[in-house]
């Protein structure tokens, strides 16, 4: 509803509405969530309540290191198109890498890079120093807690489950300032203003 250029086809819109108008509770993710519910459908019949998301325990900061991950590196995680914005993080990381020449920037998940990702690391100087990876469920804890710093771009999150993730395994995490992650990351987390790769770089650079 938000972003309808990236709706996906299996979105049941019409269905989404005759759900709510005919539940008898309501249970959001996030306050933002919330928000965003009351906004486009209007008050609702129902009690409406914010219950937020939780991690499993094995997600903590003495979680196993990945063999044969980078000693240092700046993490993301999840798909990168779109609203995601990875590419934010591309230039921030480019603009910073000469600062920091024993960091990588690992993308776990997404699948692999495509042309124009590979291009654009290519422009910037920087694809010697960036990696794909697809890691198993299981492995994710032992990417989080042993990188430097967590990443997140995303302009548009009903809740962020990653964030969440990093923070349980220990890690420092910059985020968008959009939607539902300051919620998330609370005093917790660094901010950026979503597609300012400068501002992010800024932000990187005090954690590295």
């Known amino acids: ?58 997600f903590n900061p003495n979680a196993k290191r990945i063999d044969g991950f980078p000693e240092q590196y700046v993490l993301y995680v999840g798909h990168r198109g779109q609203y995601k914005d990875a590419t934010t993080l591309m230039r921030a990381f480019a603009s910073i890498a000469l600062d920091f020449p024993d960091h990588t920037l690992v993308f776990a998940g997404g699948g692999p890079l495509s042309r124009e990702e590979r291009s654009l690391l290519q422009s910037l100087g920087v694809a ?14 032992g990417a989080y807690a042993h ?47 979503p597609g300012d790769h400068e501002e992010l770089a800024e932000q990187l650079a005090v954690i590295l």
Do not use: N, W
């Open 128 to 141: 010697a120093r960036t990696t794909q990876i697809d890691l198993p469920d299981e492995a994710m804890p």
């Open 1 to 58: 509803e938000r972003l309808p250029d990236t709706r996906r086809r299996l979105d049941l819109l019409t269905l989404k509405r005759r759900y709510i108008e005919s539940a008898d509770h309501v249970i959001c993710i996030s306050q933002s969530t919330k928000d965003d519910l009351l906004e486009l459908y209007g008050p609702e019949k129902a009690p409406t309540t914010v219950v937020h998301l939780g991690v499993d325990e094995r």
């Open 147 to 193: 990188s430097t710093v967590f990443a997140f771009p995303s302009r548009f999150e009903g809740f962020g489950l990653p964030v969440l993730e990093a923070m349980a395994c220990g890690t420092p995490a910059v985020l968008a300032r959009s939607t539902s992650l300051p919620e998330v990351g609370g005093a917790a987390a660094r901010y950026f203003t």
